[in-house]
Structures are given as structure tokens and as C-alpha cells.
């Protein structure tokens, strides 16, 4: 079974880049042409024409794909107060504090996530 580290795709009508962020997060373009599905689980297309261009990364294992592309929601800021909406950002860009907070807090229990930050905490202990 494949796992993607980002599902993603771009419309050719408008431009759009779209991307499914988790399982049964289905988004569309705003033309409405192309819509994609699945998160990280699966990749599901659905569009009108066929004009479209894959931007999906599946994993190969690497550590360093992993932290360019692997995306994790943030629903809290650093005082605990709800975010209006979820923010998507990639591992390599979270804040070491939100990492150490996100797996002393046990918010992690998927295994390429919980590796993945893991290795990304010794990463920067050593760069």
C-alpha cells in the first residue's frame, strides 16, 4: 500500500493548486474542473476534463522528504486558544516547541508522524 506525504494537484483551467489535507477531505477548484480526495491514505480524482497536473509526493521513506513535505494541522496557538480554522504546515517548518508539545502531549499516535518528529527533534540537535 502507498503512503503520500502530500496529495495534491493543480487545475489547468484556473491555476488552482489544491490539496487534500486528510482521509475524506474532498476539495475542489474553483472553476470547478478538478477535485481532489484522500489526504494521505489514498488519491482520488474527480474532474471534467482531464486537465490537470499530479503534484502528489509519495513517500520514499527518506527523512528529508518526509520533513519538506509531510503536513501537520495546527487547531491551537502557543497559548492553547483555538484557531478560528486548521493551519496546514509542513514538519520542517513547526516550531521545535510545538513539536516537543505535540509528542510529550501524546496529540500523535500515527506512526510516519510520530518518527517523523522524532527524527526531526534529533535533526536539529545536530544542524
Same mark, same amino acid.
Given at each position: 500500500? /502507498? #503512503?503520500?506525504? +502530500? =496529495?495534491?494537484? /493543480?487545475?489547468?483551467?484556473?491555476? &488552482?493548486i489544491i490539496t487534500s489535507e486528510h482521509r475524506?477531505?474532498?476539495?475542489?477548484?474553483?472553476?470547478?474542473?478538478?477535485?481532489?480526495?484522500? *489526504?494521505?491514505?489514498? +488519491? /482520488?480524482?474527480?474532474?471534467?476534463? *482531464?486537465?490537470?497536473?499530479?503534484?502528489?509526493?509519495?513517500? &520514499?521513506?527518506?527523512?528529508? #522528504?518526509?520533513?519538506?513535505y509531510l503536513r501537520w494541522g495546527k487547531n491551537?496557538?502557543? =497559548?492553547?486558544?483555538?484557531?478560528?480554522? @486548521?493551519?496546514? &504546515?509542513?514538519?520542517? =517548518?513547526?516550531?521545535?516547541?510545538?513539536?516537543?508539545?505535540?509528542?510529550? *502531549?501524546?496529540?500523535? =499516535?500515527?506512526?510516519?508522524? +510520530?518518527? @517523523?518528529? /522524532?527524527?526531526?527533534?534529533?535533526?536539529?540537535l545536530k544542524n
Amino acid at each position: 500500500m /502507498k #503512503t503520500y506525504l +502530500l =496529495n495534491q494537484a /493543480k487545475c489547468n483551467e484556473c491555476g &488552482d493548486i489544491i490539496t487534500s489535507e486528510h482521509r475524506h477531505d474532498f476539495v475542489t477548484c474553483s472553476c470547478h474542473e478538478l477535485s481532489v480526495d484522500g *489526504g494521505s491514505s489514498y +488519491l /482520488k480524482r474527480s474532474f471534467l476534463s *482531464g486537465n490537470y497536473t499530479e503534484l502528489s509526493i509519495e513517500d &520514499d521513506g527518506k527523512f528529508q #522528504t518526509r520533513r519538506k513535505y509531510l503536513r501537520w494541522g495546527k487547531n491551537f496557538d502557543e =497559548n492553547m486558544n483555538k484557531l478560528p480554522e @486548521t493551519i496546514w &504546515d509542513t514538519i520542517e =517548518n513547526l516550531n521545535t516547541g510545538h513539536i516537543e508539545a505535540i509528542l510529550d *502531549g501524546g496529540f500523535c =499516535n500515527i506512526g510516519i508522524y +510520530l518518527e @517523523t518528529f /522524532k527524527e526531526e527533534l534529533e535533526w536539529r540537535l545536530k544542524n
